[in-house]
């Protein structure tokens, strides 16, 4: 499962870890993200995201009808 939430984008982020000796090495942060499965009542089946929990508050806000015609408006197949 890839670090990508379908809902808001959020990717990893890269950088670098410093040691005492600041000696750098390199890194990345992860987003929180889930698979999460969610009743679309329109369509009338269950679909399954992989979503952050920044993108769980953005659904518990705009409710999954709207996000849905969001990840439609962008190409992308659910």
Known sequence: MSAHCQVTGRQP??????????????????PNVQRRKFFVPSMGRTITLTVSTKGLKVIDRDGIEAVVAQIRARGEKI
């Open 13 to 30: 982020s890269f950088g670098k870890s410093v040691s005492h000796s600041h000696r750098r090495t390199s890194r990345r942060w992860n």
